[in-house]
């Protein structure tokens, strides 16, 4: 979105001790990015975004 390349949810931490559920992670990512379209992006996160 920022960026303007493709992104590819991970969530492989192998540190962790659970299995973790990528499509459930990549479901909440998508959530915020709409959320973020909707309600505008946080100003630190603005400034980043204008730096790239």
Known sequence: MAS???FDVS???LAANFESD???F???VYRQVLNYLT???PARA???IQAL
């Open 22 to 24: 990528r499509h459930a």
């Open 11 to 13: 969530c492989d931490d």
């Open 46 to 48: 603005e400034r980043f």
């Open 4 to 6: 303007d390349f493709p």
């Open 26 to 28: 990549q479901r909440k």
């Open 39 to 41: 309600n505008g992006i």
